[in-house]
């Protein structure tokens, strides 16, 4: 499954993705927007909440759950009830053992240029 927002033009208001508390996403969640694009894409990963694949945004990622994969990112973004940090994690999970040995990611991303097959022999 690939869950993603590509921002082409400039737009006044941040756009984002949130996965709600008990919310399971298999596969990949991505934001691309422009550099200079001053709102950028926001993923927010609530308590909770998993990510089982790769996590890419060229805007800001907020991680309050867990993902068993990859995650890339411009800035990650931690808010809570008193202020909002830049590169904070807090009781967040980021853990690349626990993602599947099947799992393959996307063309989508720069970085997954290598074409893979898979073979289930079960």
Do not use: W
Request: hydrophobic letters at 40%; proline letters at 2%.
């Amino acid at each position: 499954m690939a869950l993603g927002i590509i921002k082409d033009r400039f737009k006044l208001f941040q756009q984002f993705i949130k996965i709600s508390e008990g919310s399971v996403i298999e596969g990949i969640c991505f934001g691309f927007c422009t550099v200079t694009d001053l709102s950028k894409i926001s993923i927010s990963i609530n308590e909770n909440a998993l990510v089982f694949g790769h996590v890419y945004s060229e805007g800001f990622v907020e991680i309050k759950g867990s993902v068993h994969g990859h995650v890339s990112c411009g800035n990650f973004r931690l808010r809570t009830p008193s202020s909002t940090y830049d590169n904070h994690l807090l009781n967040a999970t980021i853990d690349f053992s626990k993602l599947s040995k099947k799992f393959v990611g996307s063309a989508l991303l720069p970085s997954m240029n290598e074409k893979v097959v898979i073979l289930n022999l079960d």
